[in-house]
């Protein structure tokens, strides 16, 4: 996709970026950043397209779900193996197929350093979403590489910023106090998606620092340790899982609600699909046509195909699960 500004233009326009009309609406209440996070699945066409409209579609599959944030690009949405006019016209497609439903969109944003990021976050800027997050530079040298790049992004947005501790340069670690002093610096930081060992003990220190300047702390992986994480205050799951996401959402909900023996008995069920992962890797996508999400099983990273053997695996681990689907 040709850009129209130059990657210099862009970083001396970050300072001093002028809000586009869309974004004159006031961003959600933070208190509204808690819950399912599900990062959408990329679907594909058989001739390996992008499938934008089975990716409308999956916006209203979560929403009938009841999940309480949408996130795309990352990792689970074949971040790496999509163009960059993918991942605009992506935004644009999402944007417009969440508008005036309930959860909270959040559109990814990183690059491979602070120019390449700038490019993505300033349109999704033009187009209004809740919330952005950006995995950290992968061609980053030095924490000074990651200040530049996050303050950029914080100066850019007029919404909340979330990080995300893995992923980015090899050896370079998002500490705690490096994201505790960054959220000091902007009322806009300090939404986190931990995932960097030890998970449970960096939680349990960005938890210290909240409400303020720490806003929200979010678990990833799959959710598999949810659980876990859930019990020691986190605000949530961030996750690839959107064939599961009505059991995320119910997670969550019954977290609030204090239900505790419900929680840990559905989260069982949940992990006997979440083991699938390693043995029958065409599994997640085997349900999302299933389940009516997709068209197809394609994806440009991975063998997707099953056979009549793993699938009774699977469909005899998910009829567990078929009292509590909701869409």
Request: hydrophobic share 40%; proline share 5%.
């Amino acid at each position: 996709m040709q850009t129209v500004t130059t990657r210099r233009e862009l970083l001396t326009a970050a300072a001093a970026f002028t809000a586009y009309p869309a974004l004159a609406e006031k961003a959600p209440d933070a208190k509204t950043m808690q819950g399912a996070f599900i990062i959408l699945t990329t679907p594909y066409t058989a001739a390996k397209e992008v499938d934008y409209e089975d990716l409308t579609g999956e916006i209203a599959f979560l929403d009938r779900c009841g999940v309480q944030g949408l996130v795309w690009p990352q990792f689970s949405s074949e971040l790496v193996k999509l163009t960059q006019q993918e991942r605009m016209r992506g935004m644009e497609v999402l944007a417009k197929a969440s508008r005036g439903r309930k959860p909270v969109l959040v559109l990814g944003v990183q690059g491979a350093d602070t120019a390449e990021m700038l490019e993505y976050a300033q349109h999704a800027e033009s187009l209004g979403p809740d919330a952005m997050i950006a995995i950290p530079p992968t061609k980053a040298k030095s924490l000074n590489d990651y200040r530049e790049y996050y303050r950029a992004l914080c100066k850019l947005a007029k919404r909340p910023v979330f990080t995300q501790t893995s992923g980015g340069a090899p050896g370079l670690e998002l500490s705690v106090d490096f994201m505790v002093d960054l959220a000091r610096e902007f009322p806009n930081f300090g939404y986190i998606k931990e995932e960097h060992d030890p998970v449970i003990a960096r939680m349990r220190a960005l938890i210290a620092h909240r409400p303020d300047p720490i806003k929200r702390v979010f678990g990833a992986t799959f959710g598999t340790g949810s659980l876990y994480e859930m019990r020691v205050g986190s605000d949530g799951t961030i996750t690839g899982g959107a064939m599961y996401a009505d059991i995320y959402a119910q997670l969550w909900n019954l977290h609030r609600q204090n239900k505790m023996a419900e929680k840990r008995d559905l989260f069982s069920k949940l992990s006997l699909m979440l083991n699938l992962d390693h043995d029958i890797p065409g599994a997640r996508l085997y349900l999302m046509k299933k389940r009516a999400i997709f068209k197809t099983t394609v994806s440009r990273q991975k063998d997707t195909h099953v056979t009549p053997e793993e699938i009774a695996e699977i469909e005899y681990r998910f009829e567990a699960l078929k009292p509590w689907l909701r869409a």
